[in-house]
């Protein structure tokens, strides 16, 4: 199974489309097998969910995304798991032993912050 894990630096990133890339990990049964970090080809609305089930991408783990994005990858059979935080390695380890929980997006489209107007 190949997983996609947004990511900023060695951590999941924030936001799965405005992530510096990407990094795309095999695993087999309940083993990471393989890491490669391929760049964010740029956040076009609607664009990454085709892109990365082009990759062959059956899940993707990010800190937030929206939820048309949510639709859109649930649209190409992609699994998406939000409110994932800390070390990508970590994170991957977990999801391959089926030990990762998600939460609550950490995205925040088209909500104000601080409750003003």
């Known amino acids: 199974?190949?997983?996609?894990?947004?990511?900023?630096?060695?951590?999941?990133?924030?936001?799965f489309g405005?992530?510096?890339?990407?990094?795309?990990?095999?695993?087999?049964?309940?083993?990471?097998?393989?890491?490669?970090?391929?760049?964010n080809p740029g956040h076009q609305p609607g664009f990454l969910p085709g892109?990365?089930?082009q990759q062959g991408v059956k899940c993707?783990?990010?800190?937030?995304?929206?939820?048309?994005?949510m639709n859109l990858f649930a649209d190409y059979g992609i699994e998406t798991v939000v409110g994932?935080?800390?070390?990508?390695?970590?994170?991957?380890?977990?999801?391959?032993?089926g030990e990762l929980q998600g939460g609550e997006s950490w995205c925040e489209h088209g909500q104000r912050?601080?409750?003003?107007p």
């Not at 190949?2 to 924030?14: C, D, N, P």
């Not at 993707?60 to 994005?69: D, H, K, L």
């Not at 912050?113 to 003003?116: A, M, S």
């Open 1 to 15: 199974m190949r997983v996609a894990i947004a990511t900023e630096g060695t951590e999941v990133a924030q936001h």
């Open 18 to 39: 405005r992530c510096a890339s990407y990094t795309l990990v095999e695993i087999e049964g309940e083993e990471v097998v393989d890491y490669t970090v391929v760049p």
């Open 51 to 53: 892109y990365l089930a």
């Open 60 to 69: 993707v783990i990010a800190g937030g995304m929206g939820p048309r994005a």
């Open 84 to 97: 994932v935080t800390g070390p990508v390695t970590e994170v991957a380890e977990q999801f391959a032993r």
């Open 113 to 116: 912050k601080g409750g003003g």
